[in-house]
């Protein structure tokens, strides 16, 4: 007989770790755990700062062009897409609530090769991610201060971002949330401005046209954009690398996916079309002026409620990448502690610091993987195209691989009496994946088709050094 969902919870091991009651002082954790100190609202703190509030503001120029106007209906649907993974996230972490994430989802659903290639995949964008961000933040400060060279500002970003996740995922967490609470206010402070002008002086486009486009709907144009908009959101999945440091239930980490997306889906909508209301510049001249395309939102800002304002936001936008590389550093040394503790990577990662509770060694090893990236992308004149260019595949990678989980872990086990919905959001959630996948650049496929090979070629060394360890004990 098949199990139903609530025995597929009980049937995971570390779902019945007990966890402290609400209110309760949180007890010193075993020797070699995480501690467990995050609440939904930390959660969801990181998501939003590896998504970023504003994060629609340097794209809004590209998908305003490839839509014709229709930019707020491009991340409406996007939103909607990116619902079919969050779903498979949110199933997966309550039946295999694991530091992991997609890794030892993969491993419970698909067996342990898979498992491992779907962290191996994810963690291609963990490591590369922080980098791009760190350099985001190296071009803007040697902006302010063009005496200082890039590079000196990138190691900075990097080594403030290591000592915070040094200091303990609590400590992170409250800087991450007091620097998200700054940014928020500023995309408040132009969502207010925003609305001031257009009582007074009335949009420059007609008031739907962002839902509907500006000179009638395309809808290959707006499925376009939406492939690209959709990589907007990667980042909120981060969430779930958390899931042995969580204060709640398993379902918490399921909780504050869904509530990130959906939050971040909102604010993408909001400002991007108020932003459409208020740019002169027509979807078609930004169509034939690409170079004007990252910079027309901030243009506008400028133009519409004074260059104090469009400073303010860009320097918000600066600010922001230094918070999306801090998470994406947490996410990347806890995914490498779950491997490491399963047996996929070297053991001496799976360590954790018995005083603030956080994989030390791995935080270590991924703060050195991203200086040597990002240092040497800001000392090369192209660094930052090749950068950009080589990020979002893996994780797409990875969820392929979490959609098949969630089939082979729920319908495939029998763990489930819902057979259609655990079968039918994860095909849908793999359609669209796998048409991202596709309109992704030629280099970010071929960087990602590399680091897939070596992968491969790391597991099947792992796995014959394992089978020689094997013959070599006593009674074989």
């Known amino acids: 007989m098949a199990a139903g969902p609530r025995a597929a919870e009980e049937l995971s091991p570390a779902s ?19 501690h467990r100190s995050l609440s939904l609202r930390h959660l969801v703190v990181y998501g939003l700062l590896f998504i970023g509030p504003t994060a629609p503001m340097g794209t809004f120029g590209v998908l305003d062009a490839r839509s014709n106007g229709a930019v707020a209906l491009v991340f409406v649907v996007a939103t909607v897409a990116m619902a079919f993974t969050a779903w498979s996230y949110a199933r997966m972490s309550v039946a295999v609530p694991k530091a992991g994430s997609v890794s030892a989802y993969a491993t419970a659903g698909l067996g342990r090769r898979s498992g491992f290639m779907a962290g191996w995949m994810i963690g291609l964008d963990y490591l590369f991610i922080p980098s791009l961000a760190a350099l985001f933040t190296g071009i803007a400060s040697h902006a302010l201060f063009p005496s200082v060279p890039v590079w000196a500002f990138t190691t900075a ?18 800087v ?32 739907l046209s962002p839902l509907t486009g500006l000179d009638g709907f395309t809808l290959a144009g707006t499925l376009g954009a939406v492939s690209v908009a959709a990589l907007a959101f990667l980042g909120f999945d981060a969430i779930a690398t958390f899931a042995e440091e969580s204060t709640g239930s398993p379902r918490q980490i399921g909780r504050a996916l869904i509530f990130c997306l959906v939050l971040a889906g909102a604010l993408f909508v909001l400002q991007t079309y108020l932003g459409a209301l208020l ?18 939102f901030y243009t506008m800002i400028g133009d519409q409620m004074g260059s104090w304002l469009g400073t303010t936001v860009t320097t918000a936008r600066a600010i922001g990448p230094v918070l999306s590389a801090l998470v994406a550093q947490a996410a990347v040394s806890r995914l490498m502690y779950g491997m490491a503790r399963d047996g996929q990577l070297p053991s001496r990662l799976g360590s954790v610091s018995p005083r603030t509770g956080v994989p030390r060694l791995a935080i270590l090893l991924s703060a050195g993987a991203t200086l040597v990236i990002a240092v040497a992308a800001a000392v090369k004149p192209d660094g930052l195209d090749l950068l950009s260019s080589m990020v979002t595949v893996g994780a797409l990678t990875a969820f392929v691989f979490l959609h098949v989980a969630v089939i082979g872990y729920y319908v495939a086990g029998r763990r489930t009496d819902r057979r259609v919905l655990h079968t039918v ?17 030629h280099l970010a496929l071929e960087v990602a088709a590399g680091w897939l090979v070596l992968g491969l070629v790391v597991m099947l060394l792992r796995t014959r050094r394992r089978g020689a360890s094997a013959v070599g004990e006593p009674g074989n």
Not at 16 to 34: N, S
Not at 158 to 174: D, P, S, Y
Not at 279 to 296: K, N, R, S
């Open 16 to 34: 019945t770790e007990p966890r402290p009651a609400t209110g309760a002082p949180t007890p010193d954790p075993p020797e070699g755990r995480l």
């Open 157 to 174: 970003a990097v080594l403030l971002i290591t000592a915070l996740n040094l200091g303990g995922v609590k400590l992170a967490a409250t």
């Open 176 to 207: 991450g949330f007091v620097a998200l609470v700054v940014e928020i206010l500023v995309l408040a402070a132009f969502c207010v401005g925003a609305v001031v002008v257009l009582v007074h002086e009335g949009p420059a486009r007609p008031w």
């Open 279 to 296: 740019t002169t510049a027509t979807p078609t001249e930004l169509a034939a002026h690409p170079d004007e395309q990252g910079t027309i």
């Open 425 to 441: 959001v994860p095909v849908v959630g793999l359609a669209i994946v796998v048409t991202v996948l596709v309109l992704a650049s």
